[in-house]
C-alpha cells in the first residue's frame, strides 16, 4: 500500500518529548527515535475500535499479542518460542532495569559495550552496580566488540551481560561468529546475557539477517533475556508494549519477581497498538523505514 511520507505533521502542540526538548527554537530535534509519521493505518484502525468500545478496565493475558509474537519469532527468526516465556513490560528499558536488579547482587557487576544507548549504563548506575565497559572498535568501517580486551578488565564479580543487537549507536548486526564469541565470553564468565533486539526487524541491507542471541543453542537460550518491542518499527513509542523472551524458568521467576507490584501492567491501548502492528504493519510501509533507522541507529552494516 501507498503511505504518504510527505504529510507534515505538526507536533509542538502534542506534549511530545522529542518537540518539547528546544521549544520554538528553530532545531529539527533528530535527538530521539521517534518519527513524525503517522503510524501503519491497520495501528491506528485497531486503536480506532478498541476505543469505540468504551469500557477500559484492567486487562487480562493478550493472548492474540502473544499467538502474533510467538508466529513472528518463528517466521522470521527461526526461533520456536513457548507462550510462558513471554513477560509483558511497559517498555525495553524497563527491561533493562529489571535485569540488572534481577540478576545481579549489590556488590556484584554488570559488563555492556561502549559506546551504548545511555540506559544500558545507567541501569546499572541506579541500581548501585558496577559496569564494566567493552571498548567498540571501528574495524573496515564496522563496529566491534573487543572481547579480548575485555578480558583483562573484568573482577569476577561480573553476573551480567548486556549486548544490544542491533546495536545503538553505530548499527552493527552482530554476525554469528560474533553471536558465538559472546556466548563462549558468557560461558567463560558465568554471565546471564540480556539482549536488547528493540531494532532487530530495522535491518537495511539486503542478505543481512538479524540471529537472536538465544538461537545459538540451548545453553545460549537458556542463559538469555531478550527484549523486543514494536515501538521503534511502527513508531508506537508512546505506546509502550514490549517483552521480554526467558525461556529458563528460574530466570523468569527472578524477573518476575523483581516486576511485580513495581512495574505495572501494559496499557490496553499499547497492546492494541503492538498485536496490530505485528499482525498488520503493511511490509511496504515498514521497507520505507529507512529514513528513520538511518536517523536512530546509524546504518546497519554487514
Ligand atoms: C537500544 C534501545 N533500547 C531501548 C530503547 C527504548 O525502549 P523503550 O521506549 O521501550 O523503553 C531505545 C530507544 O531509542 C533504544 O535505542
Known amino acids: 500500500m501507498a503511505f504518504n511520507f510527505d504529510q507534515w505533521i505538526d ?130 568501517a564496522r563496529w566491534t566488540m573487543d572481547l579480548a580486551a575485555a578480558e583483562m578488565q573484568l573482577t569476577g564479580n561480573e553476573k551480567l551481560l548486556m549486548l544490544c543487537n542491533p546495536q545503538n549507536p553505530g548499527g552493527t548486526v552482530y554476525r554469528r561468529d560474533e553471536l558465538a564469541a559472546q556466548l563462549r565470553f558468557a560461558q567463560q564468565h558465568d554471565l546471564i546475557v540480556c539482549s536488547d533486539d528493540i531494532h532487530c526487524d530495522l535491518i537495511l541491507e539486503p542478505g543481512l539477517q538479524h540471529i537472536p542471541f538465544a538461537t545459538l543453542d540451548d545453553d545460549a537460550e537458556q542463559r538469555s533475556i531478550t527484549l523486543i518491542s514494536p515501538s521503534k518499527t511502527f513508531n508506537i513509542a508512546g505506546l509502550g508494549a514490549s517483552l521480554a523472551i526467558i525461556p529458563n524458568k528460574a530466570l523468569r521467576q527472578r524477573f518476575n519477581d523483581t516486576r511485580r507490584g513495581i512495574v505495572p501492567s501494559v496499557d490496553i491501548l499499547a497492546i492494541t497498538a503492538a498485536t496490530a502492528a505485528w499482525r498488520d504493519g503493511q511490509p511496504g510501509w515498514r521497507r520505507s523505514w529507512i529514513i528513520y533507522a538511518v536517523i536512530a541507529t546509524g546504518c546497519a552494516r554487514r
Not at 26 to 35: G, M
Not at 62 to 91: F, Q
Not at 95 to 124: D, Q
Open 11 to 140: 507536533r509542538h502542540h502534542s506534549d511530545s518529548l522529542k518537540w518539547r526538548k528546544y521549544g520554538n527554537r528553530d532545531i529539527l530535534p533528530l535527538w530521539v527515535a521517534d518519527t513524525d509519521f503517522r503510524s501503519p493505518p491497520a495501528v491506528i484502525e485497531a486503536l480506532q475500535q478498541r476505543v469505540e468500545h468504551g469500557v477500559f478496565g484492567y486487562g487480562a493475558e493478550p493472548n492474540a499479542l502473544i499467538d502474533v509474537v510467538i508466529e513472528r519469532m518463528a517466521t522470521r527468526y527461526n526461533w520456536r518460542i513457548e507462550a510462558e516465556w513471554l513477560v509483558l513490560l511497559p517498555g525495553v528499558v524497563a527491561g533493562l532495569n529489571l535485569c540488572v536488579r534481577a540478576f545481579t547482587s549489590p556488590g556484584e557487576g554488570t559488563v555492556a559495550p561502549t559506546p551504548i544507548y545511555p540506559p544500558f549504563r545507567l541501569a546499572a548506575k541506579w541500581a548501585d552496580r558496577s559496569q564494566i565497559n567493552l571498548q567498540m572498535r571501528l574495524e573496515n
